[in-house]
């Protein structure tokens, strides 16, 4: 049993048979290693067909929402502006009205003020007790002695004799109690 042909048949036939199984078992996945091949091949063309405008139109939005964007910040920026244009005014019809409250108070109050000093009782003067200048008595030394007193009086002595005068000054508080 040592002849090397016989060993060297077998050991041929037991390649053979080994590479038969391998190829039978290797014939389907080469099948599906073929169908894989034309699908990734399909799958390629698809991409190299549809990739380039969907890039495209990928492009052309970012650049539209960047436009857009500007578009809203300018908007923004002239909407801030408007309202500070409104505030502004607002601000100016404020201090309108306020003068407007405050010239009217005035106006009311010169009225009243009027309409008092034109219906208060004047004291009755008769035109015979006025002298013209040159008909004027000459005053004598004691009434020229009273003169001289009344003008050294001190000032405040002097106004306390016109009490009256203080109602006149007194007519913002008489208008503010009448509202």
Known sequence: MIDPLFWLGLSLLLV???????LV??????????????SAEKLFDTLS?????????????????????DDVSQGVKSASQVVKQVDQSLDTAR?????LQVGTRSIL???KAAWRNFTRQKPTRRISDRLA???????????REVLKQDNHRIKPEAYR??????DAASWETDFDDQE
């Open 95 to 99: 201090k309108q009205a306020q003068n």
């Open 109 to 111: 109050v010169g009225v």
């Open 16 to 22: 053979a048979t080994s590479l038969t199984a391998v």
């Open 25 to 38: 078992a290797a014939i389907p996945a080469l099948q599906e290693l073929a169908r894989a091949a034309r």
């Open 161 to 166: 004799a016109n009490d009256g005068y203080n």
């Open 49 to 69: 067909r549809e990739l380039p405008p969907t890039l495209d139109a990928i492009r052309v939005t970012g650049l539209e929402i960047t436009d857009l964007t």
């Open 133 to 143: 200048s040159n008909e004027k008595p000459a005053l004598t030394l004691r009434e």
